[in-house]
Every structure is written in structure tokens, then in C-alpha cells.
């Protein structure tokens, strides 16, 4: 399944569990929903990926965790806030560059209307 196809098929979960249990609910409580629902849907899902912080060629005692992984190909940042602010953006973007994979969704769960609140970042590698 290419990556156009997974995030079709996340997306449409990601509005089905919004139905379900609307805004308002921390971002955990998303990002578990969603890790099940995209199991139960027999994708290979990966939650809280660790990657290291590297510095000119040194690892850093710091790093950072990335939401979701589906499938190896698609990552997933998952936010529960008022707005998106730049920085989510950035910071998904970011991720998407140091994990070498090249589409994700920004997610904000927040939103009266979900679809509004989803957005596809792309990494051109």
C-alpha cells in the first residue's frame, strides 16, 4: 500500500474515533485510541518511537519520541490544543527529516470538525 493509500485509510480512522469520542480528551488518550484502531485494522503500528538527538556526530543525552509510526512509512503527530501554532509544523516536519520517512499528519484532535484539524506535511528528503 502506498503512502497516498495508508493515509487514507488513517485519516478515515482518525475521523471515526473523533465521532466517537469528539475534542476535549488529552493527546494520550488520542494516540492510544488511534494506535488500536489502526491494529484492529492490521496495520504494523509503532507508539512512542525514541530517536536520538545527534550533534555533529555526537548523540546527545536528550532526543525525542515520535506519536505514531504506521506501517514504516507514514508518521503520525498527534495534539490536542486550541490552535496549531507554527511550531507543531516545525517540530513534525522535523521529525519526518530525522527519521527519513516522507509523509506525515499533524493531527489535532481539537477541533469541532476533525477534518480541519489534519494536516499532511511532506518531507521532500
Request: glycine share 6%; proline share 3%.
Amino acid at each position: 500500500m502506498n503512502e497516498n493509500d495508508l493515509s487514507y485509510k488513517i485519516i478515515g480512522a482518525a475521523i471515526e474515533l473523533h465521532k466517537t469520542v469528539g475534542p476535549g480528551l488529552l493527546e494520550s488518550c488520542y494516540e492510544n485510541a488511534l494506535a488500536f484502531e489502526l491494529r484492529e485494522m492490521g496495520f504494523d503500528v509503532k507508539q512512542q518511537v525514541p530517536r536520538p538527538f545527534i550533534y555533529k556526530e555526537v548523540k546527545q543525552d536528550v532526543g525525542y519520541r515520535i506519536d505514531l509510526i504506521v506501517n514504516n512509512k507514514i508518521l503520525i503527530e498527534v495534539k490536542s490544543v486550541e490552535t496549531l501554532a507554527p511550531v507543531h509544523y516545525a517540530q513534525t516536519l522535523t521529525y519526518l527529516r530525522l527519521s527519513g520517512i516522507k509523509l506525515g499528519l499533524l493531527i489535532n484532535f481539537n477541533s469541532n470538525t476533525l477534518t480541519k484539524g489534519i494536516h499532511r506535511i511532506v518531507n521532500n528528503l
